[in-house]
């Protein structure tokens, strides 16, 4: 099937089987930042925007984002190297194989929560199981990124 | 994972069912978060994108939720978070992450009849009717009981009542699926108890909800209502928790979320 999108703002026509994921679609098209790791639908590494909004990308059929726009990390790379030099001054980095979907929903709640608590922090997070890192380390550096939320 | 034979994004209703109908393979997708999970071999796929199921909005003071709106549509809506005191906000907002309710829909959550829910149990401590395409609009509570047909959830309306509810669940880990969930809601002096992911699917524990709805709330009442539901209500054992467990957490979410409910304004 053909499907036609906007992919970090450029339109293009793509080729996809009917059962073909969207994480697999993009992969197959050098988008390799995008990474499936649990096939449960549950660890958050293949995290994309579909029209802004984080999406796990190996959960929705790439026919399904015809006519939208998808956005990966590479399309925001101003953004993600702001964020992932605040991570690593905190030492929080981790190996990168998980960043990109952690790193773009954080860059999503950015857009999408003002002035978030902890708490809606940590919420929003939830679904990005790997910290290996740790935890409080990645809290710190998400604070700070958003610009000193409340503790 | 699934396959498909085909795929089709019809543009009535109509021809959706009609696609449904013609092969017993033949499924309608929602999320596929939980199709994805199995090995199911998909005769014709039928996406409902098209069809503007996705909506949440008033109308003749009824709350109307279209199929294929998203369960964090649910969550960040403030209609649902105005209503009920949140409760249907609050049931969804501990499922795996942000990313995942995004793509999952209300359709498939309660065509589905997953004893997991969590959305359901919520549902049904509220007075929410179900509308399907074919079999037409017939309360949850019968619906669940129904035997499973084919047929398409169109959308979910819930009289905008003065209901009172809360929603409470425990999870052996965050953004995992409930061990057991509690909803309980009150309108004027009728109590509703229903207890979900027993792991069976949620049932309303009708003694318990009549002997609160007579009593006077006192904590011997509220004690009581609550071991009757433990009682009345059967439990399961799987990965997550034992019969016997669910039996004594049943007891504990029950008395909590009455005194919640207790306390609403």
Known sequence: MQIILTINNKLVTWDVEKDEMLADTLRSHGLLSVKKACETSCCGLCTVWVEDKSVLSCNILSVRVHGKKVTTIEGVPKEAEEFARVLTAEGSEQCGFCSPGFIMNVLAMKHELVNPSEEEIIHYLTGNLCRCTGYMGQLRAVKTFLGGALV | ?265
């Open chain 2, 1 to 265: 994972m699934f396959t498909l034979g085909d795929l089709v994004q019809p543009e009535n209703l109509e021809i959706a069912y009609q696609i449904l109908s013609d092969k017993r393979n033949n499924t309608i997708l929602g999320g596929c978060a939980f199709l994805k999970m199995g090995s199911k071999r998909i005769g014709t796929a039928i996406d409902l994108s098209n069809l503007n199921l996705r909506y949440i909005h008033e109308t003749d003071g009824f709350i109307e939720i279209g199929g294929m709106t998203t369960l964090r549509e649910i969550e960040t809506h403030t209609l649902l978070k105005e209503y009920f005191n949140g409760v249907l906000p609050k049931s969804v907002r501990e499922i795996i992450g942000v990313q995942f309710r995004n793509t999952v829909t209300v359709g498939a959550s309660v065509f589905a009849k997953y004893g997991f829910s969590d959305l359901i149990t919520a549902l049904l401590v509220l007075d929410t009717d179900v509308e399907l395409y074919k079999g037409g609009r017939m309360p949850l509570a019968a619906f669940l009981k129904k035997p499973k047909e084919k047929d398409i959830l169109v959308r979910l309306w819930i009289k905008m009542d003065n209901c009172k509810a809360t929603y409470l669940n425990l999870r052996n880990s965050a953004s995992d699926y409930s061990v057991l969930n509690v909803a309980v809601s009150k309108l004027d002096d009728q109590w509703t108890i229903v207890v979900g992911s027993r792991p069976r699917r949620a049932d309303i524990a009708s003694n318990a909800s009549a002997a609160l709805s007579k009593g006077n709330l006192s904590n011997t009442d509220i004690e009581g209502a609550a071991q009757k539901a433990a009682e009345e209500l059967s439990f399961g054992t799987n990965m997550r928790g034992t019969a016997d467990y669910r039996k004594a957490l049943c007891k504990v979410l029950v008395k909590r979320a009455i005194m919640e409910v207790k306390v609403c304004r």
